[in-house]
């Protein structure tokens, strides 16, 4: 089995778990966001040394592939960031700025 091909496998299977990961985020979970994120991290890192250890002999047919896993990676990771605005921004307009009238009563 290719070398490549297997860290495209995995790549994608790490690009899933961040997609739950982003829809996590709608719930608070900033925990499992930043988990996901050290691991794509870590496994693009990998992918990076790899291509550059000897990109003569390696097979590009796989190249395309790990192209669109990492624009979903950073779509992913982008969408997660735009969760956690809209999740702030919600909290703090759900926040009364004054006592309400008939609490108050």
Known sequence: MNVLFAISVVHLAFSILLLIAACAMFYGLMVIWIAHMLINWYAGVL????????????NYNFIPIEALITILIFTMAAVSQIA??????????SKPTRPNETTAA
């Open 47 to 58: 992918f990076t040394l790899y291509m550059w250890r000897d990109p003569i002999k390696q």
């Open 84 to 93: 956690a605005v809209i999740n702030g921004n919600r909290e703090h307009e």
